[in-house]
């Protein structure tokens, strides 16, 4: 139960820390490559660490999601003290790890993971910023593995990574609000299916 609270499959979000390496043609460079994933590494810890302070928030409204009462903690398999233990752990190591791959890896790292918090208590609970809270963890993402490995991504490719994450978001909003309606998450209530199709139009268009 508490591996599956960690969301495992999540972790392909953080697939992205090695775009840096594979578009500036240094996948197979080893040193480089162990800096993206060791900081691969750090981003899962992170992520699942954040995925179960989500997880404790949400509890009420996730056990009267259609999808989200199987979660562990909603359905009472993993105690809200254990995955509160384990978050503050996956927390430590993580920031541990990242310090040795650079400083300015260890500030995003720490940057990524306040807002990750700050997310789950206050920024989801707000239209529109939900979607670019959402965003910004992609963006993130990406950004990391520069500072991971030296190599910067073309302005192209982050402006297509920047509107692909809105385009995302904007599409998990609009299918949530379809879904379930406004009853499992308080955001979508100023939402209104116009205004997420024109929003998911738009950035795909951009994207």
Request: charged share 15%; aromatic share 18%; glycine share 8%.
């Amino acid at each position: 139960a508490t591996f599956e609270a960690l969301r495992p499959i999540q972790w392909i979000k953080n697939l992205s820390l090695f775009a840096s390496v594979i578009l500036n043609g240094q996948l197979f460079n080893f040193p480089i490559f162990y800096k993206s994933l060791l900081g691969f590494i750090v981003f899962c810890l992170l992520s699942s660490s954040s995925y179960l302070i989500n997880d404790i928030v949400d509890v009420e409204k996730d056990r009267l999601h259609p999808v989200k009462k199987f979660r562990p903690i909603a359905r009472g398999a993993l105690t809200e003290s254990s995955a509160i233990f384990t978050a503050f752990i996956l927390l430590f190591l993580g920031l541990f790890i990242s310090v040795f791959i650079g400083f300015g890896f260890f500030g995003i790292s720490l940057f990524f993971i306040l807002i990750q918090y700050g997310y789950s208590f206050f920024l989801k609970k707000k239209a529109v910023i939900d979607i670019i809270g959402i965003a910004l963890f992609f963006i993130i993402r990406a950004y990391a593995g520069e500072l991971a490995t030296g190599y910067h991504l073309p302005v192209w490719i982050m402006l297509a990574v920047i509107f692909l994450s809105l385009f995302l978001a904007s599409g998990k909003r609009r299918s949530e609000l379809r879904g379930s309606g406004t009853k499992t998450r308080s955001s979508l209530s100023g939402y209104s299916d116009n205004l997420l199709d024109f929003y998911t139009t738009m950035f795909a268009v951009c994207t």
